[in-house]
């Protein structure tokens, strides 16, 4: 009987990973497929956008035993080089590490590479030019990432997590996890005071948690009972700082990312704000209480259900108080924090409908610096691109998961990320941002020259076809499919020169464009920015490709190879 059932386990395994390939194809191979389906799974706690998994996919050729890898702080996944702030002492840094197979088994030679590999990555003295001849760029620059992380982080808690997929298998050996415990020995080794954890999946752990339902309702216990309103599903009340932290943090005690708005760079880290806040936490006196001091927090849920001193609240969301709640949460994580009586002021709105719920965040959130993510999202150009692209055929993700577990397909989902990324390639021709620094599209600087008011909606929808065709052609060739992140945004950005046969484009000129350049013409831009990455290589003596494509002299050069294109090139005849 048992047998049976672990075969079952893996046929149904199996049809899970077939109904998930719809939303896949064709963005993703069929392996690449296996490990984006096993790190959503594995990842779910994390909250992980479907930008975060793809960004964490290294497998391919040199990939050191290592399929996906992912960082996390705080519970929020890193994916750029925009440097990390202000988190204080004790911040969580997570690296996750993958494999996947698609086998009956947890073979021994997966183990074998990272013994041999994960001490040579995570080696602050490593040399990048004698790794990279044996492990592939995406590998070296995750790696170099958390490295960087966690020195610009201050005396972080680490932990590592490796975990091994199966796909077909039923059982674990017993020499298998006898033998992981060498990976453990090697982690230790790199970080003596990280926290190693080894997890073996197999088809009946995976489909385990794919089946998994996240939990949308969480309990917040109130000082006393809270205030109402006449208007239903608003309540104020008071929340003591131990309870309230408790409920910002999942099961193993981190900042659960699920449960705000924002991202992870909004949290504005050593702010006079933010160090008042820190120092009124700090001091203890008996006759003042915290929510006296502090506007506290604002909670929006889909429902609110009281009872008592117990509110319990479908898909909650922190709209306003992120600042507040960070500095709870690193109070919390400090060990020499003494017992707690104060309480946090918290305001609990019902409320399912999106724009009731976008003035909720602009009214509560109209004194705080507009370059936060979530605020970004009720800007009323950010509601007509979503409803624009809706009507051909897109998904616009103006906030993090308006669109999971819906079953829609990657390609046809646009996040805010993505239509930076596309904008700062083709119209503000700063492709070297679009690759190193995706997070600062919120920023004022550059927010504001990418989502303007005036420009033609249509402008939007031309920015991201035009770089998804570059990707999709970068894909079909094998000499460009592990380096499509590299020369992407760059050839994007020639892409559009080329359609509007102009040197810079404005976003009229974009949103007109109705042809697109041919593959003939693409892989003529395509050797204009090979011919120049070799030449920045050249000058910055960098064997990382990364590196060069993050370098803003690059692109300067890129656009006078590209006048110099235009120039002397008839217009094409292009495919829409």
């Not at 996890?177 to 090697?186: F, H, N, Q, R």
């Not at 008996?286 to 479908?314: C, S, Y």
């Not at 009229?508 to 120049?532: G, H, M, Q």
């Amino acid at each position: 009987m048992g047998d049976l059932m672990t075969s079952n386990d893996v046929v149904l395994l199996a049809d899970m990973l077939t109904r998930a390939r719809a939303e896949t194809i064709p963005a993703l191979s069929e392996t690449e497929h296996e490990t984006y389906f096993s790190a959503k799974q594995y990842l779910r706690h994390f909250n992980a956008t479907h930008d975060d998994l793809l960004s964490g996919i290294v497998d391919g050729a040199q990939d050191g035993g290592i399929d996906a890898l992912y960082m996390f702080v705080n519970g929020f996944c890193i994916r750029d080089d925009t440097p990390l702030k202000g988190f204080g002492r004790n911040a969580q840094l997570d690296l996750v590490i993958l494999q996947v197979k698609n086998t009956k088994g947890f073979g021994e030679s997966a183990i074998d590479k990272l013994v041999v590999n994960l001490p040579r990555l995570l080696d602050f003295s490593r040399s990048e030019e004698k790794l990279a001849r044996t492990l592939n760029p995406r590998v070296l620059e995750i790696t170099r990432r958390f490295l960087d992380a966690y020195r610009a982080l201050e005396m972080p808690s680490l932990r590592i997590l490796t975990c091994f997929v199966a796909l077909k298998a039923e059982h674990l050996h017993p020499n298998t996890v006898e033998k992981s415990t060498l990976i453990a020995d090697a982690l230790k080794n790199s970080f003596g005071a990280c926290v190693p954890q080894i997890d073996f999946l197999d088809a009946s752990a995976l489909s385990d948690m794919a089946r998994e339902k996240p939990s949308v309702t969480r309990c917040l216990a109130l000082a006393e009972n809270p205030i109402s309103t006449d208007t239903a599903g608003g309540y104020i009340g008071v929340v003591r700082l131990d309870e309230y932290e408790k409920f910002i943090t999942d099961e193993i005690g981190n900042l659960d990312a699920s449960l705000f708005e924002a991202n992870v760079r909004d949290y504005e880290g050593e702010t006079t704000v933010n160090r008042s806040i820190q120092s009124t936490l700090e001091k203890h006196d008996e006759n003042v209480d915290f929510w006296w001091l502090n506007n506290g927090v604002t909670i929006v849920a889909h429902r609110v259900q009281p009872a008592n001193k117990l509110l319990e609240l479908e898909s909650p969301q922190i709209v306003n108080g992120l600042q507040t709640s960070h500095e709870i949460y690193k109070r919390g994580r400090n060990a020499s924090a003494s017992p707690e009586n104060r309480s946090v002021l918290v305001k609990i709105i019902q409320a399912e409908d999106d724009r009731v719920r976008d003035r909720i965040i602009r009214a509560t959130n109209s004194q705080t610096s507009l370059s936060l993510s979530s605020l970004r999202a009720t800007d009323k150009v950010q509601r007509q691109i979503e409803e624009y692209l809706l009507q051909h055929g897109l998904y616009y993700e103006r906030r993090k998961h308006l669109y999971s577990n819906k079953g829609i397909r990657i390609q046809d989902l646009v996040s805010i990320d993505q239509m930076g990324q596309a904008l700062l390639a083709s119209l503000v021709q700063m492709p070297h941002v679009a690759r190193g620094q995706v997070s600062r599209v919120f920023e004022d600087e550059i927010y504001d020259l990418l989502f303007v008011p005036t420009h033609p909606i249509g402008a939007y929808l031309s920015a991201i076809r035009i770089q998804r065709v570059c990707e999709d052609f970068l894909r079909q060739e094998e000499s460009t499919r592990g380096q499509v992140e590299d020369l992407c945004f760059h050839l994007t950005m020639l892409a559009t020169i080329a359609a509007t046969r102009k040197n810079r484009p404005t976003a009229v000129d974009i949103a007109e464009i109705t042809e697109f350049p041919d593959t003939e013409e693409l892989n003529e831009l395509l050797k204009l920015v090979r011919a120049e990455f070799a030449d920045g290589a050249r000058r910055r003596r960098e064997v990382m490709l990364d590196r060069v494509a993050k370098d803003g002299d690059v692109t300067i050069q890129l656009l006078n190879r590209a006048k110099t294109y235009l120039s002397s090139s008839p217009r094409r005849v292009a495919v829409a």
